[in-house]
């Protein structure tokens, strides 16, 4: 969906990367750059070289540094900049697509990307026929990427009565912070946070350290593993607190098929415990997204929740299918 090619504004790095773009302003001590494989990156002018450019343009520097802006398209250069006061200025250029050679692998570490996504699904039940019920089942996916810094959130919560009787109510978060160390390495952190009435469970909480690895990073397919260890305390409302040390797996992948109009999925978080306890914790989710219009998307997913070691009169497994409409972007 990008535009054609038509002009470039070209950022020479210190470390001799290049970031392509459309420069859209200067503010202080940065650049604004936009680009169409990373959306807008704020960059540090102490780690830019040169700048090239396809039509002059007044850039103004800051601190009093030189910095060699000339033209690429066979004009003359613009020379150098001169000192001036700090200012911050719009420029005005044609939007561009191009990732020029080694842009992108090393540009994060001189810029900061800025960016946030999502995704939310909804779905709510009100039968007054033989069974009265109401049901509420919703669940979320956020996540905000700064610089080399990745924040996200998923949650599901669950809500059914039949007759003023309350037959479910759960709800389960997990939170999770990446870290880029040398591609394709990341560091991250793990806090999950679940509840289930009937299972007797108040609160259960997981959180830990972990080290992740890409298998793919691609537009098309994404693989990804990371491998930690966690603290699991669980606190019950009629049954003891119980507390566990233990190793945690994670494990999530997508990838589009049949001429990229299908999204396959599977994402699973498995926590084993240490010392002999036999607490071990399954969660998967599993299905196949189908894009719709303007954002809308329906999904077909499968979850698996599995507790080797419940509480009395209560199973090991739960399981749900669910058909999913919602809004991503």
Do not use: C
């Not at 697509?97 to 960016?115: P, T, W, Y």
């Not at 394709?184 to 830990?208: C, E, H, K």
């Not at 699991?232 to 040390?245: G, M, S």
């Amino acid at each position: 969906m990008a535009p054609p090619v038509l002009r470039a504004d070209t950022l020479i790095m210190v470390n001799g990367d290049r970031l392509s773009g459309r420069l859209l302003q200067q503010g202080g001590d940065y650049l604004v750059l936009e680009t169409a494989y990373a959306g807008i990156l704020e960059i540090d002018l102490d780690q830019v070289r040169e700048i090239q450019r396809d039509h002059s343009l007044d850039l103004r520097p800051t601190h009093g540094r030189a910095l060699a802006v000339s033209e690429s398209a066979g004009q003359e250069p613009v020379g150098q900049l001169q000192s001036a006061p700090p200012t911050t200025q719009p420029l005005d250029a044609e939007v561009v697509h191009e990732v020029a050679a080694g842009g992108l692998l090393e540009g994060a570490l001189a810029g900061d990307l800025r960016l946030f996504t999502g995704a939310l699904n909804v779905a709510l039940v009100s039968d007054r026929g033989n069974s009265h019920t109401n049901e509420l089942y919703l669940d979320y996916h956020f996540e905000t990427t700064r610089g080399r810094g990745n924040l996200s959130s998923r949650g599901q919560f669950e809500y059914e009565t039949s007759r003023r009787q309350t037959l479910t109510d759960q709800w389960l978060i997990f939170n999770k912070y990446t870290y880029d160390l040398r591609d394709p390495w990341y560091a991250s952190a793990w806090l999950q946070l679940n509840m289930d009435r009937f299972a007797d469970l108040r609160l259960r909480t997981v959180i830990g350290p972990a080290m992740g690895y890409r298998l793919f990073a691609q537009d098309d397919l994404n693989l990804s593993v990371e491998l930690g260890t966690v603290y699991i305390d669980e606190r019950y409302n009629d049954n003891p607190r119980q507390e566990h040390w233990g190793l945690g797996l994670s494990l999530e992948y997508d990838q589009l098929v049949w001429q990229e109009r299908l999204q396959l999925y599977h994402r699973q978080r498995t926590f084993v415990s240490w010392g002999g306890t036999g607490q071990d914790l399954i969660y998967t989710w599993t299905g196949v997204r189908v894009p719709l219009m303007g954002g809308f998307v329906g999904s077909l997913e499968f979850q698996i929740e599995y507790d080797s070691r419940p509480v009395d009169d209560v199973l090991t497994t739960d399981t749900t299918l669910l058909l999913k409409l919602g809004y991503q972007w």
